[in-house]
C-alpha cells in the first residue's frame, strides 16, 4: 500500500512538472498583442513623434492578411503620414498607391505628398513641381479646399508656367483671406 502510494505520488508530482510549462506557454501564446492593440502602440510612436518606431509597427501589421477592412486603412493612412513626416517621398508614394488599389483616396494624404515635392522644409536639393502638381491636382479633385492647400496649388501652377490658374487661384485666397505673399 505504501508502495502504491508512493507511486502515485511521483506520477502526480511528474504529470504537474510538466503541466506547468505547458500551462504557462498557453499563457504566452494568449498573451500575444491583437493587431488593434499593436495599431494603438504604433500610433502612440507616431503621436510622440517616434516615427521610426511607429514604421516598424505599421509595417508588420501592413503584412498581416487578417486585418478588417478599417484597420488596413488606418494602417496605410499613418504609413503614409509616417512617411511625409520622415520626408521618404518613395515610401510616401508606394503607401498612396496602395491606398489607391485598394480603393481607398484621401485628399489630405496627396497634399501632404504633393507638399514633400514642394520641399517647403528644404529636406531635398530642390523641389519637384511637377510631381507636386500631381498630388496637389488629385487632392483638388478629392475635395481639399483649405486655404493653404490653395496657395500650394497655386504655387505649383506658378512653378509650372501655369500662370492662368496661378492667377485665378491667387484671385480667389485674395478674396478670401489675403496675406502679403500672396499679392506678390
Known amino acids: 500500500m505504501f508502495k502504491k502510494l508512493i507511486n502515485i505520488t511521483l506520477i502526480l508530482v511528474l504529470l504537474i512538472s510538466f503541466a506547468g510549462p505547458i500551462l504557462a506557454q498557453e499563457e504566452a501564446v494568449e498573451a500575444e498583442p491583437t493587431a488593434s492593440e499593436i495599431f494603438t502602440e504604433a500610433l502612440n510612436d507616431y503621436n510622440q513623434g517616434n516615427y521610426a518606431l511607429a514604421e516598424?509597427?505599421?509595417?508588420?501589421?501592413?503584412?498581416?492578411?487578417?486585418?478588417?477592412?478599417?484597420?488596413?486603412?488606418?494602417?496605410?493612412?499613418?504609413?503614409?503620414?509616417?512617411?511625409?513626416?520622415?520626408?521618404?517621398?518613395?515610401?510616401?508614394?508606394?503607401?498612396?498607391?496602395?491606398?489607391?488599389?485598394?480603393?481607398?483616396?484621401?485628399?489630405?494624404?496627396?497634399?501632404r505628398v504633393g507638399e514633400l515635392y514642394l520641399n517647403k522644409n528644404n529636406q531635398f536639393d530642390s523641389a519637384d513641381f511637377e510631381e507636386a502638381l500631381k498630388y496637389l491636382k488629385t487632392a483638388e479633385e478629392l475635395g481639399v479646399?483649405?486655404?493653404?492647400?490653395?496657395?500650394?496649388?497655386?504655387?505649383?501652377?506658378?512653378?509650372?508656367?501655369?500662370?492662368?490658374?496661378?492667377?485665378?487661384?491667387?484671385?480667389?485666397?485674395?478674396?478670401?483671406?489675403?496675406?502679403?505673399?500672396?499679392?506678390?
Open 56 to 111: 516598424e509597427k505599421f509595417n508588420n501589421l501592413i503584412e498581416n492578411k487578417k486585418l478588417d477592412e478599417g484597420l488596413k486603412f488606418s494602417v496605410l493612412y499613418y504609413s503614409t503620414m509616417t512617411a511625409v513626416n520622415r520626408n521618404q517621398s518613395v515610401k510616401a508614394v508606394n503607401y498612396l498607391k496602395r491606398m489607391n488599389e485598394l480603393g481607398y483616396q484621401s485628399g489630405k494624404l496627396n497634399w
Open 145 to 184: 479646399q483649405d486655404i493653404q492647400f490653395k496657395r500650394d496649388l497655386a504655387y505649383v501652377y506658378l512653378e509650372n508656367n501655369d500662370l492662368n490658374k496661378a492667377k485665378e487661384l491667387y484671385q480667389k485666397i485674395i478674396n478670401n483671406k489675403p496675406t502679403a505673399v500672396d499679392y506678390l
